[in-house]
Nanobody, 119 residues
Framework: QVQLVESGGGLVQAGGSLRLSCVASGSIFRIDRMGWYRQAPGKQRELVAAITGGGTTNYAESVKGRFTISRDNAKNTVYLQMNSLKSEDTAVYYC?????????????WGQGAQVTVSS
């Protein structure tokens, strides 16, 4: 079994910053891609940012220049530093990993972290 535990969500004023963390534990042998997605009320889940095992990153256009994704392979952890937050960033943020586990090669999702930006 593989578990993803997210932390760092909360309420912040527009222009503020938050840092999300996601730790993977359990029977995970190798993590290739790590990413963050978000889902706002009434909208589809969308990719925010992702990072490969080699460190290559990609971002949604709406967060480029404001958000930074990083990972600590030794800790099986992925981070999302969010700066200059806007009200439209309000959503539930989900961590996602893709890799090899005792269940084979597959992806896993975290439980979600609420981020609320007040204007």
């Amino acid at each position: 079994q593989v578990q993803l535990v997210e932390s760092g969500g909360g309420l912040v004023q527009a222009g503020g910053s938050l840092r999300l963390s996601c730790v993977a534990s359990g029977s995970i042998f190798r993590i290739d891609r790590m990413g963050w997605y978000r889902q706002a009320p009434g909208k589809q889940r969308e990719l925010v940012a992702a990072i490969t095992g080699g460190g290559t990153t990609n971002y949604a256009e709406s967060v480029k220049g404001r958000f930074t994704i990083s990972r600590d392979n030794a800790k099986n952890t992925v981070y999302l530093q969010m700066n200059s937050l806007k009200s439209e960033d309000t959503a539930v943020y989900y961590c996602n990993i893709v890799g090899l586990s005792s269940s084979g090669y597959r992806d896993y999702w975290g439980q979600g972290a609420q981020v609320t930006v007040s204007s």
